[in-house]
C-alpha cells in the first residue's frame, strides 16, 4: 500500500509564497506522474501541476509563471513553490501519484490526504 504525506499548507498575504512537498511511501517499483491539485469550496478539483519521472512539467494557465513544481525521483517526494499567491488560489490541495508496486503491475493512483492553502487580500 502506497501513502502520500504531505505538508506545507498554511495561510499567507497576497503577494507571498508557500512552498508545498509531497512523500510517498510502501511498495513503490516506480513512479510515473506526480502531481498537484486542488479544489475550492464548491468548485470541482483541478489540475495544478505535475510532473513525468523525465521532468516533463505541465501547469494550469492560471499558475503558469507563479508555480514551479519539482520532483527528486530518488526520495519519491515532489514540491511545488508557489510564488505570487492570490486569493483565488485559496483551495485544498491535493498531491497524486501515477505508480506500479511491481515491475509487471498495471499502474495504481494515490491521493494524499490535501493541505488547506489560504491566501488573505
Known amino acids: 500500500q502506497v501513502q502520500l504525506v504531505e505538508s506545507g499548507g498554511g495561510l499567507v498575504q497576497a503577494g507571498g509564497s508557500l512552498r508545498l512537498s509531497c512523500a510517498a511511501s510502501?511498495?513503490?517499483?516506480?513512479?510515473?506522474?506526480m502531481g498537484w491539485y486542488r479544489q475550492a469550496p464548491g468548485k470541482q478539483r483541478e489540475l495544478v501541476a505535475a510532473?513525468?519521472?523525465?521532468?516533463?512539467?505541465n501547469y494550469a494557465d492560471s499558475v503558469k509563471g507563479r508555480f514551479t513544481i519539482s520532483r527528486d525521483n530518488g526520495k519519491n517526494t515532489v514540491c511545488l513553490q508557489m510564488n505570487s499567491l492570490k486569493p483565488e488560489d485559496t483551495a485544498v490541495y491535493y498531491c497524486?501519484?501515477?505508480?506500479?508496486?511491481?515491475?509487471?503491475?498495471?499502474?495504481?493512483?494515490?491521493w494524499g490526504q490535501g493541505t488547506l492553502v489560504t491566501v488573505s487580500s
Open positions: 510502501g511498495s513503490i517499483f516506480s513512479i510515473n506522474t
Open positions: 510532473i513525468t519521472s523525465g521532468g516533463t512539467t
Open positions: 497524486n501519484a501515477d505508480y506500479r508496486e511491481r515491475f509487471w503491475s498495471g499502474h495504481l493512483e494515490v
